[in-house]
């Protein structure tokens, strides 16, 4: 629901369940209650992408019949998978660039835990015409913060279990360029191309590839996007919005012509769907120009980085409460 102050509040003093998604200004004024939230001034609506600081998307958890919140830091963020419901969903939220982000994205795909409890949820960001910072917010406490997640856990009733889903319209090229790391890091210098060690920032100016494209390795057949977010040729850096792995092969995704007509075609299968939660990356938002563009059945928050248990981006993730 993309509703304005007053309606937002109203729900939270009629004690509903919420997922909230909004500008810093807007989420100052919300009272205490059963709620967690990120800031985004970017949100794709029913209607279409638009930037807004006068409203709010509200995703109503109803499935619920227990719920918690928590807050995390870089220490104890995986504690996560200890309060989980035995039988539930977690909605994460974490501020870009925290160094809890950082270190969940660097660590959550060596969780074998994490992989047992459906953990879905955001990277919040800011205006980025702005110096903003990032926040979150635990509504039962009423605090934010810039520098921890917030989780809200939530129990399901016996009989429905949460079903997490991706949706990245890259693909790659197996014959590809393959491009190997030799450790884990957001930040490169050097790299592996076909085996010859390189200069990778050297390497993609050279051969002017698209760094609006992601790099794209495979994690147990499922594929998984690394997005370029800068390219230094005088510090000969290049830097991630999420790590990349040693021991991983990597390609550049296949270019694509047209990003909203992407969306479109992909989302043909999803029509019947009815998603609890989603969100989509602001470089989806930003290169695929979705302004005014609507990707049903799925709307809400554009993100600084999506979870779908690991850090991914440039997707679509989503949640869905299915009967078992």
């Known amino acids: 629901m993309f509703v304005n102050l007053e309606q937002a509040i ?20 919300l009272p205490k209650g059963k ?35 928590v807050v995390y830091n870089k220490d104890n963020i ?40 459906p953990t879905i949820g955001w990277i919040s960001g800011f205006d980025l015409s702005t110096d903003s910072r990032a926040k979150v917010y635990d509504g039962i406490s009423g605090a934010s913060y810039w520098d921890k997640a917030v989780a809200l856990h939530i129990c399901l009733p016996d009989d429905e279990i949460a079903s997490l889903g991706i949706i990245n319209i890259f693909n790659i090229d197996e014959n590809d360029t393959k491009i190997e790391f030799m450790e884990d890091s957001l930040s490169v210098t050097k790299c592996l191309v076909n085996g010859k060690e390189v200069i990778f920032s050297d390497y993609i100016l050279e051969n002017n590839i698209d760094t609006k ?11 998984v996007n690394v997005s370029i977010k800068s390219v230094s040729k005088e510090n000969s850096t290049v830097d991630f919005y999420a790590p990349v792995f040693a021991g991983k092969e990597y ?55 999506e979870i779908a248990y690991i850090l991914l981006n440039q997707t679509l993730v989503y949640a869905e409460i299915v009967n078992k």
């Open 10 to 29: 109203q729900l939270i003093e009629e004690g509903k369940i919420l997922h909230i998604a909004a500008d810093e200004s807007l989420l100052a004024q």
């Open 35 to 69: 709620w967690i939230a990120g800031t985004t001034p970017y949100f794709i609506t029913e209607q279409g992408g638009i930037t807004s600081k006068d409203k709010l998307f509200v995703d109503e958890i109803s499935c619920a019949i227990d719920y918690k919140t």
């Open 78 to 117: 995986f504690d996560i998978t200890k309060d989980a419901y035995p039988n539930g969903i977690t909605f994460l939220i974490m501020p870009f660039a925290s160094d809890v982000a950082v270190f969940y994205a660097k660590e959550a795909p060596y969780s074998d835990d994490l992989l047992m409890n």
């Open 213 to 223: 494209l992601p790099l794209i390795a495979d994690y147990n057949s499922v594929l």
């Open 251 to 305: 390609h550049f995704a296949r270019p694509i012509s047209d990003y909203a007509e992407s969306f479109h075609e992909r989302l043909q299968e999803f029509h019947d769907f009815k998603p609890i939660f989603s969100c989509n990356c602001v470089l989806n938002y930003l290169y695929g120009k979705l302004d005014n563009k609507a990707t049903p059945p799925f709307a809400g928050p554009v993100t600084f980085g």
